[in-house]
Structure formats: structure tokens, C-alpha cells
């Protein structure tokens, strides 16, 4: 199958990044070759069977990663979905009547999106945990952030700059600014805190190597996505918390931010989200948040 067409769409009309164009093309190359061990020689053969065995095959595949049998669902889901995208793509462009096999089975496997933050106890006992400083600087500043690991990806030495802001009591307040390439190669800005800055500055001042990269791996190259994505894996084994997905940390930072009663237009633009929507689904407040905004309410109210 040729699925350059496809990828060149949503590379320059759909805008999409790098990372989400190697994200399709991977989960379509596993697609193929699915297809190929079933002699399933073109596309047009691709009905409800093939998917419902294609799905049966990732529920019995040797995870290796995680040992264990089976892909999660959301990664499965992850895969349908780039098959149903492709196959929409092909409908509306070359083959209208072609019919998507997955058009009543996305339903079943739609991934749950509701924000999943990392309680504090968790976080607490991996942070503090960490006794590599890269490792304790790059998720530190993950969470402090908001950032999504394609972006930390993206992050130079230079990146982060230091100013100093004086507060209307005459408080100094020192903070970190910096710009990445979000989703949808749009740019954006991130601020990072005074006590995440020091940590981050105790880590850069460990370098003694000229790679511009912030985070490098062991082969002292700039860490990939799936890198970042595995040294928290082997953390969370290693100081025997809970397996946390990366993204997560993301949620905590947002979740975070929403119970502090946070602009909802801030978060927004803190998170880089196109959809408002989006930004609102971190708006389930803790009770103790709940009370507050209560009590508060109540007390003018009453006034």
C-alpha cells in the first residue's frame, strides 16, 4: 500500500508534526504487514473479518515492553484509528466506493480522555527517588511545565531564560520562559517555576560535553520521545510505583492549575490546546476545591 499520499495530507494541509506523521506511518506499517500474514493482498479486501482478527491479533500479541500478552487499549485504539483515518482518506480522494471497515468499531475501542492525573504520594515517591539528576531535572520539569514529551524532545540548554520580575510589594520573582513547537507545528510559550529552575541549573551545570541538546541519552545523543517515555517506565519498576505513561504528568500539571482556580483562557494557552473544549475537561475540581469555591460563594452571599 502506498500511503505517501495520505501522510503528505496531513503533513502539509492537516499540519500535523513530525512526531504524529511517524506515528501514522508506523501504525500503518504494522497494519500491512497484519495484512500480508493474512494474504490479504489489497485494500479493498479489508473488511469487518479482517479488522475483527486484526484486533484479536493486538489483544494476543507478546508485549514485550511491559511483559505481558496483549497491547493496552489505548493502543490499540491508537492503531484503528490511524486504519480508519487512511481508509477515509482513500474514500474521499481515490475510491469512494470504498467502504470503511471500521465505521461501527471505533466506537467500542474510543479512547477515554478524561484527565488521569498521578496522586501526590506517586509523584513525591518518584521524583525524590530519582537519584540521576537528568532523570529528576527532565520529569521535574515535565510536570512543571506542562509540556508534552514531543516537546521537551525539542528542548536545547538555550532554551529556558531566567528573568527576574518584581512583584507590586516589591517581592523579587525569579521564573523561566522558553518556546517550543507545539501540536499542529504551532509555537508556544512555557514558564517554569524558581524551585524547578534551580534543579534545572544544578543539572545543566553537570554538562561538560558541547551537544546543544537539554537531555541527552547514554550514547550522549538528544533523548527521543521514547526514550523520555522508557526512563519513566524503568522508574516506576524500580522504585515499584504504579506504570505511568508520560502524558500523565501533563495531566497532573493541568489538573493542578484548574484546582487553583486558574483562567480558564490561561490554561488554554498554558496547555497549547486548539479546542476550548479540550481545556475544560480538566475543569473536574477536586472536593477540596469544590469546598472552597463553595464556602466562598456562600460567604457573599450571606453579605
Given at each position: 500500500?502506498?500511503?505517501?499520499?495520505?501522510?503528505?495530507?496531513?503533513?502539509?494541509?492537516?499540519?500535523?508534526?513530525?512526531?504524529?506523521?511517524?506515528?501514522?506511518?508506523?501504525?500503518?506499517?504494522?497494519?500491512?504487514?497484519?495484512?500480508?500474514?493474512?494474504?490479504?493482498?489489497?485494500?479493498?479486501?479489508?473488511?469487518?473479518?479482517?479488522?475483527?482478527?486484526?484486533?484479536?491479533?493486538?489483544?494476543?500479541?507478546?508485549?514485550?515492553?511491559?511483559?505481558?500478552?496483549?497491547?493496552?487499549?489505548?493502543?490499540?485504539?491508537?492503531?484503528?484509528?490511524?486504519?480508519?483515518?487512511?481508509?477515509?482518506?482513500?474514500?474521499?480522494?481515490?475510491d469512494?466506493?470504498?467502504?470503511?471497515?471500521?465505521?461501527?468499531?471505533?466506537?467500542?475501542?474510543?479512547?477515554?480522555?478524561?484527565?488521569?492525573?498521578?496522586?501526590?504520594?506517586?509523584?513525591?515517591?518518584?521524583?525524590?527517588?530519582?537519584?540521576?539528576?537528568?532523570?529528576?531535572?527532565?520529569?521535574?520539569l515535565?510536570?512543571?511545565?506542562?509540556?508534552?514529551?514531543?516537546?521537551?524532545h525539542?528542548?536545547?540548554?538555550?532554551?529556558?531564560?531566567?528573568e527576574?520580575?518584581?512583584?507590586?510589594?516589591?517581592?523579587?520573582?525569579?521564573?523561566?520562559?522558553?518556546?517550543?513547537?507545539?501540536?499542529?507545528?504551532?509555537?508556544?510559550?512555557?514558564?517554569?517555576?524558581?524551585?524547578?529552575?534551580?534543579?534545572?541549573?544544578?543539572?545543566?551545570?553537570?554538562?561538560?560535553?558541547?551537544n546543544?541538546?537539554?537531555?541527552?541519552?547514554?550514547r550522549?545523543?538528544?533523548?527521543?520521545?521514547?526514550?523520555?517515555?522508557?526512563?519513566?517506565?524503568?522508574?516506576?519498576?524500580?522504585?515499584?510505583?504504579?506504570?505511568?505513561?508520560?502524558?500523565?504528568?501533563?495531566?497532573?500539571?493541568?489538573?493542578?492549575?484548574?484546582?487553583?482556580?486558574?483562567?480558564?483562557?490561561?490554561?488554554?494557552?498554558?496547555l497549547?490546546?486548539?479546542?476550548?473544549?479540550?481545556?475544560?475537561?480538566?475543569?473536574?475540581?477536586?472536593?477540596?476545591?469544590?469546598?472552597?469555591?463553595?464556602?466562598?460563594?456562600?460567604?457573599?452571599?450571606?453579605?
Amino acid at each position: 500500500m502506498d500511503f505517501e499520499p495520505f501522510l503528505n495530507y496531513w503533513e502539509t494541509i492537516r499540519n500535523c508534526s513530525p512526531q504524529t506523521i511517524q506515528a501514522y506511518r508506523n501504525d500503518l506499517e504494522l497494519f500491512e504487514a497484519f495484512l500480508q500474514g493474512q494474504s490479504v493482498a489489497d485494500i479493498s479486501q479489508v473488511d469487518h473479518l479482517v479488522i475483527a482478527n486484526y484486533i484479536k491479533h493486538m489483544e494476543q500479541k507478546v508485549n514485550l515492553r511491559f511483559a505481558r500478552i496483549g497491547l493496552a487499549e489505548s493502543s490499540i485504539a491508537r492503531r484503528l484509528s490511524a486504519v480508519s483515518a487512511y481508509f477515509k482518506y482513500l474514500c474521499g480522494t481515490s475510491d469512494p466506493m470504498l467502504q470503511n471497515p471500521l465505521s461501527n468499531n471505533l466506537r467500542k475501542w474510543h479512547r477515554d480522555k478524561t484527565p488521569k492525573p498521578v496522586d501526590d504520594m506517586t509523584l513525591e515517591l518518584l521524583i525524590t527517588g530519582m537519584t540521576n539528576i537528568r532523570d529528576r531535572a527532565l520529569f521535574t520539569l515535565l510536570l512543571a511545565s506542562g509540556l508534552r514529551v514531543s516537546e521537551m524532545h525539542q528542548l536545547n540548554r538555550d532554551s529556558i531564560g531566567i528573568e527576574v520580575e518584581v512583584k507590586p510589594n516589591g517581592q523579587e520573582c525569579v521564573i523561566g520562559t522558553g518556546k517550543v513547537v507545539g501540536k499542529g507545528n504551532k509555537p508556544r510559550s512555557f514558564f517554569v517555576d524558581e524551585e524547578t529552575l534551580c534543579l534545572y541549573s544544578e543539572y545543566v551545570a553537570t554538562r561538560a560535553d558541547t551537544n546543544p541538546a537539554l537531555f541527552l541519552s547514554e550514547r550522549k545523543k538528544r533523548m527521543s520521545v521514547r526514550a523520555i517515555q522508557q526512563t519513566l517506565a524503568t522508574w516506576c519498576t524500580r522504585l515499584g510505583a504504579p506504570h505511568i505513561n508520560v502524558h500523565r504528568l501533563r495531566h497532573s500539571f493541568a489538573t493542578r492549575l484548574a484546582n487553583a482556580d486558574i483562567p480558564d483562557m490561561v490554561l488554554k494557552d498554558l496547555l497549547g490546546h486548539d479546542s476550548f473544549s479540550t481545556t475544560l475537561g480538566y475543569r473536574e475540581l477536586s472536593d477540596k476545591s469544590l469546598a472552597r469555591s463553595y464556602f466562598s460563594a456562600m460567604e457573599r452571599v450571606s453579605r
